[in-house]
Structure formats: structure tokens, C-alpha cells
T-cell receptor, first 109, second 116 residues
Framework: GQNIDQPTEMTATEGAIVQINCTYQ??????LFWYQQHAGEAPTFLSY??LDGLEEKGRFSSFLSRSKGYSYLLLKELQMKDSASYLC??????????WGAGTKLIIKP | GAVVSQHPSWVICKSGTSVKIECRSL??????MFWYRQFPKQSLMLMAT?????????EQGVEKDKFLINHASLTLSTLTVTSAHPEDSSFYIC????????????FGSGTRLTVV
């Protein structure tokens, strides 16, 4: 079956760095997405990785290792507004998105 | 960028009534629209995939007669929750795949449905 695993909840301090991991097992792979979702709102696109390596975009970076079925989202210089759920999603061979359950990130002052 | 407009943002209805949710792609043609449901503290659950001009494809366990999907044009898809019950109360989100894969999917703003 298809499976995406990510931690349920993480806590970090304002100004610090946090890494949210995601492991996946899917039928085919056409890329991995990270989305941010604030409570009561729709997800917003953060990043897309299809090749191995690190993609940096401002305070957010995303890493992919296809051989390990592994990705992480790295958030630097954390701000209170970064408190949200972070969803990992993999596009399978049918170009369907398979969603992880999301990681709730709590930022403390 | 690609925008999907979804409304209403929230709706309260009585048990047994029907509710229609609309999603419009504003600056692109959405040949495929995805409908998700999200319960509190849970991830997105795909309900169905609608393709313009054809019948929607429903995920296992989703009642097609209860959740009616219409995708009559390239810019409009609707989800109608028929004979709503309190257990249908949820956050419903539509999403369309943008033409370039690297942009992923663009989402509507979501509809909070409460059935009383």
C-alpha cells in the first residue's frame, strides 16, 4: 500500500531551526510537495522536489532522497506565524497526490 | 498565479437539507478538480476527482449519491452534499492541478460545513 509518515507534532522556539521529516512508500514517484496549513484555512504551497538534493527558498528549505524515500522541510529563524501544520504529499505514478497526516508545529516565545 | 475561488466559506444547515459548494478557476482552465474533506486534526482525505464533461471518480467509501459532483465547464466544479447529517460536518476543500507540475496543486479557500 501507499504510506506517508511524518511526526504528529513538534515544538520549537522562536528564532530557532526545526526540521520536519517525511518518509514515504508509494507506487511510483513524480515529486514530493510540502504545504503549510493554518487552522481553518486551505493548504498553501511551500516547495516541490523531484530530484535528490536540497532546495532553498528563503527561510524554508526542502531536501529529498529518492533512494531512501525520505524528505525533510527545514525552517530557519522561526517566527510565531510559522505555527501551523505542515503537510508532506507525494505525487504517485498516476499523478495523484498522496497526503501525509501533517505535522503540527508549535512555536514558543 | 493560478487561483481557485471557493464559496461559501462557511455554511450552517439543518439536517436533511442539501448544500452546494462551488469552486471556480479564475485565471486558468481546470480540466480536473479534486474534492477533499478534512476533519479536525486530520489530514486531507480525497473524496472524488471530477473531470470536465464526464462523471466524477469517487474514492472508496464515499457515497456518490450523497456527494454529487458536477464539472460542467473548464472553470466550474460543484459539490452538493445531499440530505446532510451532523456527521457530514467538516471542512471541504477543492483543488486543481496547475499545468506545470512544479507548482503542484492550487487550493480553494475551503468551506466549513456545520450541520445542525
Amino acid at each position: 500500500g501507499q504510506n506517508i509518515d511524518q511526526p504528529t507534532e513538534m515544538t520549537a522556539t522562536e528564532g530557532a531551526i526545526v526540521q520536519i521529516n517525511c518518509t514515504y512508500q508509494t507506487s511510483g514517484f513524480n515529486g514530493l510537495f510540502w504545504y503549510q496549513q493554518h487552522a481553518g484555512e486551505a493548504p498553501t504551497f511551500l516547495s516541490y522536489n523531484v530530484l535528490d538534493g536540497l532546495e532553498e527558498k528563503g527561510r524554508f528549505s526542502s531536501f529529498l532522497s529518492r533512494s531512501k524515500g525520505y524528505s525533510y522541510l527545514l525552517l530557519k529563524e522561526l517566527q510565531m506565524k510559522d505555527s501551523a501544520s505542515y503537510l508532506c504529499a507525494v505525487m504517485d505514478s498516476n499523478y495523484q497526490l498522496i497526503w501525509g497526516a501533517g505535522t503540527k508545529l508549535i512555536i514558543k516565545p | 498565479g493560478a487561483v481557485v475561488s471557493q464559496h461559501p466559506s462557511w455554511v450552517i444547515c439543518k439536517s436533511g437539507t442539501s448544500v452546494k459548494i462551488e469552486c471556480r478557476s479564475l485565471d486558468f482552465q481546470a480540466t480536473t478538480m479534486f474534492w477533499y474533506r478534512q476533519f479536525p486534526k486530520q489530514s486531507l482525505m480525497l473524496m472524488a476527482t471530477s473531470n470536465e464533461g464526464s462523471k466524477a471518480t469517487y474514492e472508496q467509501g464515499v457515497e456518490k449519491d450523497k456527494f454529487l459532483i458536477n464539472h460542467a465547464s473548464l472553470t466550474l466544479s460543484t459539490l452538493t452534499v445531499t440530505s446532510a447529517h451532523p456527521e457530514d460536518s467538516s471542512f471541504y476543500i477543492c483543488s486543481a492541478r496547475v499545468s506545470e507540475v512544479s507548482y503542484g496543486y492550487t487550493f480553494g479557500s475551503g468551506t466549513r460545513l456545520t450541520v445542525v
